[in-house]
């Protein structure tokens, strides 16, 4: 997507099970202690079920990392809140908030997604969303955990576990009955495999972006496959976690992989890094969202 800056471009990554449940109760009525004979309670009506998740939530908090914060979207090197598929006002993307709540986005949305985190730093992020008592939060975290300097320095998926569960706890503390949307982490392969074919995005990608999938990346001896492939593997391992956790709590929902698969193009990433979405690419992550916040099942 073209930017509405005339520098140079260049970055890209775009990046539930759900369970419905229905409360009710009958409370049966009896008749005084003071009255002639027993009387046969009777059956109140039961109260209407009420479901777990609400496609209508009244209020938005999202966390996660620099995809949340539309990084380099609009600017290189530069946080573009505006633009965020999460809690974004620009017309071009129509975030989640905006289509949920209207005019209200401005006031009942909120973005605490820290460019640079990992899942270690979700539990902070979440006490301050939890704080606001939001109906929704979103997450998108987990590209970060999997893009280190080296494929040995990667989170181990066990802590990562343990961070999304903390995090989870965390909002479950404050906010007991808010819903959470999780998004998968985006295809970190496709992104390599789409971007090499940039020549400027494989010299931003030699900063640092990264490296331990796009480091090399004309490289295509055993050792660079096997390093990439390495990564790959951690991701789905990171996103069978998301869907793991995500599917014990009663509101939370998982996105069923639909970020990891989107087949997204050069289009959709960012040309100041060739690595985050570009404001097209925060648009399909939006859209992707409100599809699954706002389905009747799964």
Same mark, same amino acid.
């Given at each position: ?7 140079? $471009? @260049?970055? #890209?990554?775009?990046? %539930?099970? !759900?369970?419905?449940? +229905?409360?009710?109760? &009958? /409370? ?99 006490? $301050? @969303?939890? #704080?606001?008592?939001? %109906?929704? !939060?979103?997450?998108? +975290?987990?590209?970060? &955990? /999997? ?102 709590? #009663? ?48």
């Amino acid at each position: 997507m073209r930017k509405r800056s005339h520098r140079s $471009r @260049a970055v #890209a990554a775009v990046t %539930a099970a !759900v369970v419905l449940g +229905a409360a009710g109760c &009958d /409370a049966l009525g009896g008749g005084g202690p003071q009255e002639s004979g027993a009387r046969e309670g009777r059956a109140r009506p039961s109260a209407s079920p009420t479901p777990v998740w609400d496609t209508s939530p009244a209020s938005l908090a999202a966390v996660g990392d620099s995809i949340t914060r539309g990084f380099d979207a609009c600017s290189v090197l530069t946080d573009c809140p505006e633009v965020s598929w999460a809690t974004g006002d620009s017309g071009e993307v129509n975030s989640v908030a905006v289509r949920l709540l209207g005019a209200r986005a401005a006031t009942h949305s909120w973005n605490y997604a820290v460019t640079g985190a990992r899942m270690a730093d979700l539990p902070a992020q979440m006490a $301050r @969303a939890a #704080a606001r008592r939001p %109906a929704l !939060v979103t997450v998108m +975290a987990g590209a970060n &955990d /999997a893009c280190r300097v080296t494929a040995e320095a990667m989170t181990p998926v066990a802590d990562f576990r343990a961070g999304f569960q903390e995090a989870l706890r965390t909002l479950r503390r404050t906010a007991p009955t808010a819903q959470v949307y999780v998004a998968s982490v985006p295809d970190l392969k496709r992104l390599w495999s789409q971007g090499r074919t940039n020549v400027l995005g494989k010299q931003v990608w030699k900063l640092g972006i990264c490296p331990s999938m796009l480091g090399d990346a004309d490289a295509l001896d055993s050792a660079a496959n096997l390093r990439r492939e390495t990564v790959r593997q951690r991701v789905e391992d990171y996103n069978r976690v998301l869907e793991e956790v995500c599917a014990k709590d #009663a509101r939370c929902r998982f996105d069923g992989g639909a970020v990891h698969e989107f087949r997204f193009g050069t289009d959709q990433l960012s040309h100041w890094d060739w690595f985050h979405p570009s404001t097209n690419g925060q648009a399909r992550l939006a859209e992707i969202a409100y599809r699954r916040i706002t389905a009747r099942d799964t």
